[in-house]
């Protein structure tokens, strides 16, 4: 194998990853609570893939309510290295067309918590941990994901600028005008706090949206209709399954560290005597490497 565990989260309109080949569907828990449903495991062209659909089967979970927490956990258990999300995104800019994929280099995080909590960080609870979040896509992993989605037919902006905003209402037109003179280019609810949670499990984290509507910037008269939303997403996601072939098909043969892999080397600020034994245990995926009384897989 050549180290490579891709995770996929599926957001709205991706709800299986399509045909992996010895596919498992898993129950895994996780002690920040419920995931959003089983991971699917399988390989594609030899490669790991686990998926997870975000909002769950039959999407009956809002932004707010996604426990992103246990989503990462759940895949950093299962021994995903890299994670790509796949998203449903609304435009800020006319170049940005419904249809087309956009693989997101930067995020501007509007979400506020909401009523099903959001929580932001696996640390702070008797481990306090500040990782660096200035680059929140890893870029190898967004340019691999770019390039499957042109091979999947896809036509692809590289670089965007992604704000997530709490929901679950869309954006009044007053916000959207704001988004855009803040340079944001398109606008989703869920990239944030996923990407920061992938930083601090040590995972690469990419995010490839699929534009669905221009938001209410555009036209004075309009809105912006989930109906519309959904006729989209069902055009793309297939395209989005094959981005996934693509994706497996060209990757490197062997798997070489990033930087990311580590990151947490040198963000725990909290001295090893000050752990709490109770927030370590909770880390047993998150930060297996650093906590010590857990086996290493070399162990
Ligand atoms: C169905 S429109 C709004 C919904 O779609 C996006 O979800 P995801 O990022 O999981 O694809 C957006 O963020 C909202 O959650
Ligand atoms: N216009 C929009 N605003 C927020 N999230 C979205 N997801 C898809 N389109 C969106």
Redesign the pocket.
Known sequence: MSGWHIGVIG???LYDPGALDDAQEIAVESPFGQPSGPITTGTLGGVKFTFIA??GAGHVLS?SHVNFRANIDVLKRAGVTDVLA????GSLREEMAPGSFVAVDQLIDRTVGGSGGRERSFFGDGIVAHVPLADPVCPRLSDLAAAAAEKAGATVHRGGTYVAIE??QFSTRAESHLYRQWGADVI????MPEARLAREAELPYALVGMV?DYDCWRDAAEDVD?AD??RV?GENADKARALLTELAAALPPERTASPIDTVLDTAIITPREKWSTEAALKLDAVARRLVDFFPKAKD
């Open positions: 957001g709205s309109g975000r909002h932004p796949i998203s449903a995104i929901g679950p989703g609810m869920t990239a669905t989930v939303i959904v997403m």
